[in-house]
């Protein structure tokens, strides 16, 4: 069971080989085995899921499951559930009990989708490792003394680990596709406005989205399939109809012009990624896929642009948490500004304060025009060059990361190093396109990813494209050590 | 660009974040590197460039000026830290 994948999850349930109780309580029994180690969530619902499970067994036994019916997963720390802590893994709102839903949470729960709780990331997903978290770094079930990435770390490393069958995540720079390399799963960026935004704790709003994290392509059709869809409550969903994702898993990729930038593939770049990277692009020539090499200039642009832009929004974001509406209140404030700047001070953690700093730093009077409007104006020369990409080809892959996962602490005392990791994944938010890392390897025992691109609004060519590869691979069906302990 | 201490305390003060005397050598120097990384935009010509907030340069929705959300304060202020007859309570302000 550990092993199953959620389609495989799906037959069983409806064949009746076991209810979902049944999983449910082995997943939860999986977390209280072997989370310990991993620290993947910060809270566990077993009262809510198996109250949820019932909920979804009875209603099969009636016929009316909905078509994700009785499937346990976990969701990322940063969607709102209502009546359960909602932390984004930082102490400013380790009290904070949400009383509502995120639009994702109750699309997937109306699905017929059960809890298991929700998963650790950095604090308020601003990282690349997972190290920032409020409750404690999140191991790498590959490596445990390794980074799972982030920010949707903990999402990564329960699916990988065996503990959930799939989790929700959220990327803005990465924090998706990243994990999913580092912890060798599927992980799907939908295009900016695909999927909601309501109740999901803001970082960078215009950047922001949120998406499946699973083992397999089809698993992530799936999900993707619940989530997606226009939300009124989100000012930037978009109201574009959403396909079947599942229905063109299937098609050949016959004639299909994927696109190799030359400048993924420059210095910095892991050489054991590098290869693995290529023999994955030689499968798809065999597949009917046609290689071009394209230039994507503006490269090395997309870091220092994302860098004022994501700081700048967040510490619009952030501005709301001033110990006075919810979450963390210091200790006897001496008076109003004491009250803001002291809970401020000790319900950040130090990455949050740096970006809210730099943030401030950009949009304050006299450096406006110099960064954010700059920044801005470089988003749409990145834009333009993948605009002028999609002319040539269909898709465009490459490495997802330049490195396999590194051990914890290697890069958490310089930030700089550390936003360099996301080099491959940043420009993707900047253009809002959509994304997938699929596995594509393994180096020295730890997971590859390769990063598809899309056209806007194309996660069925991603998918496809994703799924056809795992019909001629096996990297996404291997599982990390200790991942099958504990079946049944 | 570098920041004295002075640019910190500034920015400390514009984003309402208390930061102690030990904590402002290190953010000087982090800050700094992050600004030194993100100058390198600074190079690239854009002008003429229009602005790119919204990746499809979609603008904000309207909607019709009408209540479409129940009142839900009890709900809202069960969750804050302080508040009475349905106020949240701050430190006196005015004396």
Redesign the interface.
């Known amino acids: 069971m550990p092993s199953y994948t959620v389609a495989e999850i799906l037959r069983g349930l409806e064949s009746g080989e076991f209810s979902s109780e049944e999983l449910t309580q082995h997943y939860l029994d999986a977390i209280a085995a072997r989370d310990g180690a991993i620290n993947s969530f910060i809270t566990v619902t077993p009262e809510l899921a198996l109250e949820q499970a019932r909920r979804a067994d009875a209603l099969r036994a009636k016929g009316e499951a909905g078509a994700l019916n009785g499937l346990p997963i976990a969701h990322k720390d940063i969607f709102c559930t209502e009546g359960v802590r909602t932390s984004c893994a930082s102490k400013m709102l380790d009290n904070f009990v949400a009383p509502y839903n995120a639009t994702v949470v109750e699309k997937l729960a109306a699905s017929g989708v059960v809890c298991l709780g929700k998963t650790n990331l950095d604090e308020f997903a601003m990282g690349s490792s997972n190290e920032t978290s409020y409750y404690g770094p999140v191991r790498n079930p590959w490596n445990n003394e390794c980074v799972p990435g982030g920010s949707s770390g903990g999402s990564a490393a329960a699916v990988a680990a065996g503990l959930a069958p799939a989790a929700t995540g959220t990327d803005t720079g990465g924090s998706i596709r990243q994990p999913a390399a580092l912890c060798g799963l599927t992980g799907l960026k939908p295009s900016y406005g695909r999927v909601s935004r309501y109740g999901m704790i803001a970082f960078a709003s215009s950047l922001d989205q949120g998406g499946p994290m699973t083992r397999t392509a089809e698993d992530a059709a799936i999900l993707l399939q619940a989530m997606a869809g226009f939300d009124l409550r989100d000012s930037t969903s978009m109201d574009i109809p959403v396909p079947n994702y599942s229905a063109t898993l299937g098609d050949s990729l016959q004639g299909k012009k994927i696109g190799i930038p030359k400048e993924y593939f420059s210095a910095g770049l892991d050489a054991n990624i590098a290869d693995a990277i290529h023999a994955a692009l030689d499968e798809y020539k065999k597949l009917g896929a046609e290689i071009v090499e394209i230039s994507l200039p503006r490269t090395e642009l997309a870091v220092p642009c994302y860098y004022v832009l994501a700081p700048a929004e967040a510490s619009t974001n952030l501005s709301r948490y001033d110990g006075v509406r919810y979450g963390y209140r210091c200790e006897d404030p001496k008076d109003l500004d004491d009250l803001y700047t002291r809970t401020r001070e000790e319900g950040f953690g130090e990455e949050v304060k740096r970006r809210i700093l730099v943030g401030t730093y950009a949009l304050s009077a006299g450096f406006y025009d110099a960064y954010y409007r700059k920044a801005q104006q470089i988003r749409r020369l990145i834009r333009n060059d993948f605009v002028e990409a999609f002319k040539q080809v269909d898709l465009i892959a490459g490495p997802t990361t330049p490195n396999p996962a590194f051990k914890l602490g290697e890069k958490v005392s310089d930030p700089v190093t550390m936003y360099l990791e996301d080099i491959y994944t940043i420009a993707v938010n900047l253009a809002g396109l959509p994304a997938i890392s699929i596995p594509a390897g393994f180096t020295g025992g730890k997971p590859i990813g390769l990063q598809l691109i899309g056209r806007d609004f194309d996660e069925a060519g991603l998918l496809n494209a994703a799924h056809q590869y795992q019909q001629v691979s096996d990297w996404h069906s291997q599982l990390a050590p200790g991942a099958a302990e504990g079946g049944q | 660009m570098s920041?004295d201490q002075n640019d910190?305390a500034?920015?400390?003060r514009?984003?309402?974040?208390?930061?102690?005397d030990d904590a402002v050598v290190d953010?000087q120097q982090?800050?700094g590197?992050?600004?030194k990384?993100?100058?390198?935009?600074?190079a690239?010509d854009?002008q003429n460039?229009?602005?790119?907030?919204?990746?499809?340069d979609?603008v904000?929705?309207l909607?019709a000026d009408v209540v479409s959300e129940a009142d839900?304060r009890e709900?809202?202020q069960?969750?804050?830290?302080?508040t009475e007859d349905g106020l949240?309570l701050?430190?006196?302000?005015i004396d």
Do not use: G
Request: net charge positive.
């Open positions: 920041l910190i500034k920015l400390a514009l984003a309402r974040i208390h930061i102690t953010l982090r800050l590197d992050i600004l990384m993100v100058d390198t935009m600074q690239v854009t460039i229009e602005p790119m907030a919204n990746p499809y979609a904000q929705r909607r839900q709900a809202f069960s969750i804050a830290p302080n949240y701050v430190p006196k302000v």
